[in-house]
């Protein structure tokens, strides 16, 4: 199984900073990493697909890099709904589609 | 617009059973496979089971092989959990979670409902 270790586990920015995000696979999960927004009280939306694809709707401030095992999610300059659980998640060894433990990012 | 409707959770003793239940609307369900994914209370997010969208091929994770099914009818538009066995560790919210992929299984969920909580307790 392929474990998904995300970093920091809690970062605390003000609107309007650049977010940069974290996930490192245990193994190599080649393209296949999708990243996820939860607020809330609310279900996860996928923001990112294959690493670097916006999923529809998603604001071009969100951008994803990396391959590999090392991958970066980037939110440009982040406006308040921003502010939530992020998740990475790899579809490349499976079964188990497996995720990362989650980073919070937080008002500062 | 693409909605996921989850019903049936409750409160359950261990060992017991319980029936999910995921109505979808606003896209041609039969085209697309289907995932549950929970998260515990306060933790991240575990995949469970996929079923593709014709419901010939199905997968789980380990933890509930044996103990939990997966299926569909297409004619009805929903998504089905059997969930027998429960044990404690089974608390969670459960999503129903639309792949990505027209026509086959891809791995990633761009469409979720807004879950239901299964409760395992005595």
């Known amino acids: 199984e392929i474990v998904l270790t995300q970093s920091p586990a809690t970062l605390s920015l003000s609107p309007g900073e650049r977010a940069t995000l974290f996930c490192r696979a245990s193994q190599s999960v080649g393209s296949y990493l999708a990243w996820y927004q939860q607020k809330p009280g609310q279900a996860p939306r996928l923001l990112i697909y294959?690493?670097?694809n916006r999923a529809t709707g998603i604001p071009a401030r969100f951008s994803g890099s990396g391959s590999g095992t090392d991958f970066t999610l980037t939110i440009s300059s982040l406006e308040p709904e921003d502010f939530a659980v992020y998740f990475c998640?790899?579809?490349?060894?499976?079964?188990?589609?497996?995720f990362g433990q989650g980073t919070n990012l937080e008002i500062k | 617009q693409v909605q996921l409707v989850e019903s049936g959770g409750g409160v359950v003793q261990p060992g017991g059973s319980l029936r999910l239940s995921c109505a979808a609307s606003?896209?041609?369900?039969?085209?697309?496979?289907m995932h549950w994914v929970r998260q515990a209370p306060g933790k991240g997010l575990e995949w469970v089971a996929v079923?593709?969208?014709?419901?010939?091929?199905?997968y789980f994770t380990d933890s509930v092989k044996g103990r939990f099914s997966i299926s569909r009818d297409n004619s009805k538009n929903t998504l089905y959990l059997e969930m027998s066995g429960l044990r404690p560790e089974d608390t969670a919210i459960y999503y129903c979670?639309?792949?990505?992929?027209?026509?086959?299984?891809?791995?990633?969920?761009?469409?979720w409902g807004q879950g239901t909580l299964v409760t395992v307790s005595s």
């Open positions: 998640q790899q579809r490349s060894n499976w079964p188990p589609y497996t």
């Open positions: 979670a639309r792949d990505r992929m027209v026509w086959g299984v891809i791995g990633d969920f761009d469409y």
């Open positions: 606003g896209f041609s369900f039969i085209g697309y496979g």
């Open positions: 079923i593709w969208y014709d419901g010939n091929i199905k």
């Open positions: 294959d690493a670097s």
